[in-house]
């Protein structure tokens, strides 16, 4: 299932600058390609991605990128259940916390968002007394079409 699309492109690079960070022709390119990818991507498929657009992009700059963005709360990396090794991914920070849903036979990644979700956040800050700052679930099982057809 490919990423909402919830929010207004431009928003990662107007965040960068309303905190006086430096818009390089080259960071423009990989907050673009992060902000406007259908699905999750890992660092060499952004780098990927940005060397269609700027060939002098580097592995180096796509690091640093999104570290600086990791850094600013303004994207999340994820493991989605280790399926595939230790590769981590890469999604704009949403505006509302969801839950990623891994099929564990088919790889395809879904995102679920919920007020039950909501909710149970809210009473584990009541309850322990804890500020949630961010969250992440992560479910594996397996998808409507995985159950409907096991052995393909």
């Known amino acids: 299932m490919p990423l909402p ?3 207004a492109p431009g928003r990662l690079q107007a965040a960068l600058a309303s905190r006086g960070l430096r818009l390089t022709r080259q960071r423009r390119t990989i907050l673009g390609v992060v902000e406007n990818a259908k699905q999750h991507l890992d660092a060499s498929q952004i ?3 940005a060397k269609k657009l700027d060939p002098e992009i580097d592995r180096v700059t796509v690091y640093r990128t999104l570290k600086l963005l990791k850094r600013h709360g303004l994207v999340d990396e994820l493991d989605l259940m280790h ?3 230790e590769k981590h991914f890469y999604e ?3 505006q509302r916390d969801h839950i990623h849903m891994a099929c564990l ?3 395809k990644i879904m995102e679920f ?3 039950l979700f909501d909710r149970l956040k809210g009473q ?3 309850d322990c007394r804890f500020h949630i700052v961010v969250s992440r679930l992560e479910v594996g099982g397996y998808c409507a079409d995985c159950r409907t057809n ?3």
């Open 5 to 7: 699309a919830t929010e």
């Open 47 to 49: 780098l990927r991605h």
């Open 83 to 85: 399926m595939q090794g």
């Open 92 to 94: 704009r920070r949403p």
């Open 105 to 107: 036979r088919c790889g």
């Open 113 to 115: 968002e919920s007020d």
């Open 124 to 126: 584990i800050q009541r």
């Open 150 to 152: 096991p052995s393909e």
